[in-house]
């Protein structure tokens, strides 16, 4: 049998053949798809021979309806590569969709990470899929429309994961896969330590990520120790290839319902708070601490207590308050607030050194 003739300038190209298959594979690995320049770099190739392989890729791998399987995506910071999102229906009430949205949104701190994409393209596709089977003048497209404007939510000095990428996309394999970790954690004005943890929870507190990871230990009244990470303070991780089994009574809230925060050093106790009248229905209309309880004094006093750990970060957000707070109770708590009072105070007794 005859095997067919090549067109001139047709041959295969092998080298080229497994460049494109090994796209393929990095595609299955990253659902948010990559982008033009990590793809260049990972092959070694010029931005030029990269199109022509991206091109090929696109026309060649179809579906069963010849629609291309991968598609190229224009961004703010060039371009990326990943498999074509399928369409969907979609059924549901205004009300339903703004929920979705607003949930959504909740998001948009995470700006320039993986979390970000995939929420802007899952709007993306419920707006097209409305449209497509729903039409422009369903009730859900028109509320859909200039929702960016109509509900906005104000990120407070969100941190900046931009540059975490990596640590995100491993974290979340881990947390997927139930595998262990090993990561280069630096706490500030310490040298860096590392850590085999159990990845458990990925949390966002304030605008920031953190990881709770389950710690082995030496001693055998307490085998293992869980602690909390802050994402950008991550150096260096690697997934292990041991995996473990999640535990069943750990429970996110409980770890943290004694806390003010994420801290927890101290044991909890009894707080009362007093807060001005002029602060009150801020104070009043805010749920603090799951303990809490408020009521007015005759002079519309506020008072705020709570069962939780007297440390750091409730002693910031007392101080946040200012003249506008008294501390009842406990009177550890109110001598340690004095004294960041008198220390800040003295701050502004001399005058600020002139600026050359």
Same mark, same amino acid.
């Given at each position: 049998?005859?095997? #067919?003739?090549?067109?001139? @300038? $047709?041959?295969?190209?092998?080298?080229?053949?497994?460049?494109?298959?090994?796209? %393929?594979?990095?595609?299955?690995?990253?659902?948010?798809?990559?982008?033009?320049?990590?793809?260049?770099?990972?092959?070694?190739?010029?931005?030029?021979?990269?199109?022509?392989?991206?091109?090929?890729?696109? /026309?060649?791998?179809? /579906?069963?309806?010849?629609?291309?399987?991968?598609?190229? %995506?224009?961004?703010?910071? @060039?371009?990326?590569?990943?498999?074509?999102?399928?369409?969907?229906?979609?059924?549901?009430?205004?009300?339903?969709?703004?929920?979705?949205?607003?949930?959504?949104?909740?998001?948009?701190?995470? /700006?320039?990470?993986?979390?970000?994409?995939?929420?802007?393209?899952?709007?993306?596709?419920?707006?097209?899929?409305?449209?497509?089977?729903?039409?422009?003048?369903?009730?859900?497209?028109? %509320? $859909?429309?200039?929702?960016?404007?109509?509900?906005?939510?104000?990120?407070?000095?969100?941190?900046?994961?931009?540059?975490?990428?990596?640590?995100?996309?491993?974290?979340?394999?881990?947390? %997927?896969?139930?595998?262990?970790?090993?990561?280069?954690?630096?706490?500030?004005?310490?040298?860096?330590?590392?850590?085999?943890?159990?990845?458990?929870?990925?949390?966002?507190?304030?605008?920031?990520?953190?990881?709770? @990871?389950?710690?082995?230990?030496?001693?055998?009244?307490?085998?293992?120790? /869980?602690?909390?990470?802050? =994402?950008?303070? =991550?150096?260096?991780?690697? =997934?292990?290839?041991?995996?473990?089994?999640? #535990?069943?009574?750990?429970?996110?809230?409980?770890?943290?319902?004694?806390?003010?925060?994420?801290?927890?050093?101290?044991?909890?106790?009894?707080?009362?708070?007093?807060?001005?009248?002029?602060?009150?229905?801020?104070?009043?209309?805010?749920?603090?601490?799951?303990?809490?309880?408020?009521?007015?004094?005759?002079?519309?006093?506020?008072?705020?207590?709570?069962?939780?750990?007297? @440390?750091?970060?409730?002693?910031?957000?007392?101080?946040?308050?200012?003249?506008?707070?008294?501390?009842?109770?406990?009177?550890?708590?109110?001598?340690?607030?004095?004294?960041?009072?008198?220390?800040?105070?003295?701050?502004?007794?001399?005058?600020?050194?002139?600026?050359?």
């Amino acid at each position: 049998m005859n095997e #067919p003739k090549q067109p001139p @300038g $047709l041959k295969p190209t092998y080298g080229s053949a497994m460049r494109t298959a090994q796209i %393929v594979h990095w595609l299955h690995q990253k659902p948010m798809g990559l982008s033009f320049q990590e793809l260049s770099a990972r092959l070694n190739v010029s931005s030029r021979t990269l199109y022509r392989y991206l091109t090929t890729l696109r /026309d060649g791998l179809v /579906d069963e309806d010849e629609r291309p399987v991968v598609e190229m %995506v224009r961004t703010g910071h @060039g371009g990326r590569l990943r498999f074509r999102r399928q369409r969907f229906q979609f059924e549901g009430t205004a009300y339903e969709l703004m929920s979705l949205y607003l949930a959504l949104d909740l998001m948009n701190f995470l /700006d320039g990470t993986m979390f970000k994409r995939g929420t802007e393209e899952v709007l993306e596709r419920l707006q097209e899929a409305i449209l497509s089977s729903q039409g422009k003048g369903h009730a859900a497209s028109l %509320v $859909l429309k200039d929702f960016h404007k109509k509900f906005y939510h104000w990120a407070e000095a969100p941190k900046d994961y931009s540059a975490h990428n990596e640590t995100l996309d491993k974290l979340v394999k881990a947390l %997927v896969l139930q595998r262990f970790i090993t990561i280069t954690y630096q706490v500030p004005n310490k040298s860096a330590k590392a850590h085999r943890v159990a990845p458990l929870s990925m949390l966002m507190f304030k605008r920031a990520l953190y990881l709770v @990871g389950r710690k082995e230990t030496d001693d055998e009244d307490e085998p293992f120790r /869980d602690l909390t990470f802050a =994402i950008e303070r =991550i150096q260096k991780i690697t =997934i292990d290839s041991e995996s473990f089994s999640y #535990p069943i009574e750990y429970e996110p809230q409980k770890r943290f319902q004694s806390s003010f925060g994420l801290v927890a050093e101290k044991e909890p106790e009894s707080i009362i708070l007093a807060f001005d009248k002029l602060v009150a229905a801020n104070v009043e209309s805010r749920r603090w601490h799951p303990t809490q309880t408020v009521y007015r004094e005759e002079d519309e006093t506020l008072i705020l207590q709570m069962h939780t750990e007297p @440390g750091v970060e409730l002693i910031s957000w007392i101080l946040s308050y200012g003249a506008f707070v008294q501390v009842r109770s406990p009177l550890v708590l109110r001598d340690q607030i004095k004294t960041r009072l008198e220390q800040a105070l003295a701050q502004y007794q001399s005058e600020p050194p002139l600026n050359n």
